[in-house]
């Protein structure tokens, strides 16, 4: 097997790690959400569990970023190689240990600083890869082939809805820690659910683009 087709092998492998955690996930949410039968304080045991297999989409989101450019490198569809290729690496490695220490953190004082940076990173994310994948369709540079700026500018969308997601699970926690308390308002297991559904359509909006980024790394039709 070449360096090419292992790298290749393994950027599909994340893909599918990607949708089937995410599968998961999803499930498990709602699975919560609708279990209003059970005590409030094995659904915080039920939230926390989930919280944990959330790693996993996040996980993939990030090895997908070193691999996917690692194999434009090697295509000659961007200009970065050798230590540029390395740095890339190493900057997808410490995005991996801040997302790792914002999850185990999330629960102590400092969390919300962990979870505030988390954000703003990922907005300084989306904006890069929006804004070098426009460049790149009006340039050609960094990314020579147009499906590639387009697959770079879809990865800023997923990382959008990423946020979009979170939002809405902040809107449950409007309502979570009464019921896992045990001392639910009329209104919470309502609100819970339709945040949760919410934060749903927009994961399904994700996986629409997670689609057609797919598509357009096999067909290339640009």
């Not at 070193?66 to 434009?72: D, E, V, W, Y």
């Not at 090697?74 to 490695?93: D, K, N, R």
């Not at 953190?105 to 929006?130: C, S």
Request: aromatic content about 16%; proline content about 5%.
């Amino acid at each position: 097997m070449t360096s090419y087709s292992l790298t290749l092998w393994l950027h599909v492998l994340v893909a599918g790690y990607w949708i089937g955690s995410d599968l998961v996930v999803n499930q498990l949410t709602h699975y919560t959400a609708r279990a209003a039968g059970l005590p409030g304080t094995e659904r915080r045991r039920l939230w926390d569990f989930l919280l944990d297999v959330d790693q996993h989409p996040r996980n993939a989101l990030i090895f997908s970023v070193p691999l996917g450019l690692t194999l434009a490198s090697m295509l000659g569809l961007v200009g970065i190689h050798g230590a540029g290729l390395g740095a890339v690496w190493l900057l997808s490695a410490l995005w991996f240990w801040f997302m790792w220490m914002t999850h185990w953190k999330h629960q102590r004082p400092e969390g919300r600083t962990w979870a505030k940076w988390d954000w703003r990173l990922r907005y300084l994310l989306i904006a890069i890869a929006v804004g070098t994948g426009a460049f790149s369709l009006a340039t050609g540079r960094p990314f020579s082939a147009p499906w590639l700026a387009w697959k770079v500018i879809l990865f800023g969308g997923v990382l959008t809805c990423g946020i979009g997601i979170r939002y809405y699970i902040r809107k449950s926690y409007e309502a979570w820690p009464r019921i896992w308390a045990g001392k639910p308002q009329p209104d919470d297991e309502a609100i819970v659910r339709r945040a949760m559904w919410r934060g749903t359509y927009v994961l399904w909006t994700l996986w629409a683009q997670l689609a057609v980024i797919g598509w357009l790394g096999v067909a290339k039709p640009l």
